[in-house]
């Protein structure tokens, strides 16, 4: 990333609030204008909702101070305006805010950012009433340093198993969940891609078995999770995966493990997409329309975004 534009992670960091909401588009609305009118110095540099997922992807950035206060306003909002007993969506939920990571740009390192994310979490339960756990480089227990392991199966068995099993207890607040909003989980890390590899098919145990297949913890690739979800809505599959370090698994080699696997299968792959913003040496080498990228321009790019609205 250019020097010139960001100096250190205490002048800029990023943020990605993910929104259990992608189908209520002036509730998406309220929510990022929330975020985004909690402090002048936080921009909103991407939106993304998807209405199988029923999830929004926010990219934020800013002062970590500011990111702190938007955090705890977006929280408010999302407590507010969504109800978990009443959404669903194909993608794994714990929280109507469920994940907020805050990741250090510039020269920072990601260590910098633990105290953003436990004053973030510290006031999400004061001031607004949701239960925390800790994740990623912020996790209070070595056990919850994977966000997968911290959401388990989500909402419905926090409400069950939260307030007597200590295991499921949140790190703040509860024990028991938000009747309503569920629980955050708060989290310090690295770049993450959000990259989804679509398939033209609606057998959705084919997706499934590829996911499995180039996910790390089953042999697959390194430093990928990966599920396989249904999107009856485009009448297509999804490999969806988190690239956790695009420098040992960049989307190229994504696409390619699931492309391959999707052949053996008689699948065609139909397209891919980024959720969020990528950066620019994730892709470097790479044709975009080599991975049938969805919608993909500059505009996709973090650095471009943030010289458009911070450089």
């Known amino acids: 990333m250019d020097p010139q534009l960001v100096e ?39 939106r ?22 938007a955090a705890v306003a977006g929280a408010a909002a999302c407590a507010r305006l969504i109800d978990l007993n009443q959404q669903h969506g194909v993608h794994p939920r714990m929280g109507a805010l469920d ?19 436990l004053t973030a979490g510290r006031r999400l339960v004061e001031e607004a009433g949701v239960p925390v756990y800790f994740y990623g480089v912020a996790a209070r227990r070595p056990e919850r340093v994977a966000l997968p392991r911290v959401r388990g199966q989500g909402f419905e068995e926090l409400r069950v198993r939260a307030a007597r099993d200590p295991d499921r207890a949140p790190d703040l607040g509860g ?12 989290g310090v890390r690295w770049f993450l891609i959000a990259y989804n590899v679509n398939l033209a ?43 956790l370090d695009y420098r040992v698994t960049p989307p190229a080699a994504a696409f390619a493990a699931v492309a391959a696997l999707a052949g053996q299968y008689g699948v065609e792959v139909a397209e891919s997409e980024i959720v969020g913003l990528v950066p ?7 044709d975009p329309a080599d991975l049938r990228l969805r919608d993909f321009g500059l505009d996709r790019v973090l650095e471009w975004r943030l010289s458009q609205q911070i450089g």
């Open 8 to 46: 250190d992670v205490e002048d800029l960091v990023e943020c990605v609030p993910n929104i259990s909401e992608g189908r209520r588009v002036a509730v998406v609305d309220e929510i990022v204008a929330a975020f985004a009118g909690a402090h002048p110095d936080v921009r909103v540099l991407d």
């Open 48 to 69: 993304s909702s998807d209405p199988d997922h029923n999830r929004s992807v926010l990219t934020l950035a800013g002062p970590g101070g500011a990111l702190v206060e």
């Open 280 to 286: 620019q040496a994730a892709l470097d080498g790479t």
């Open 99 to 117: 994940v907020l990571p805050f990741i250090p740009l510039g020269t920072g390192n990601v260590e910098a950012c633990v105290p953003l994310a």
């Open 175 to 186: 024990p028991a969940p938000h009747p309503t909003a569920g629980a955050t989980a708060v």
């Open 201 to 243: 098919t609606n057998d959705l145990a084919v997706a499934r078995r590829i996911a499995a297949a180039v996910r790390e913890r089953d042999g697959g690739l390194a430093a990928v999770r990966a599920l396989g979800l249904a999107l009856p809505g485009r009448g297509l599959t999804q490999v969806s995966m988190n690239l």
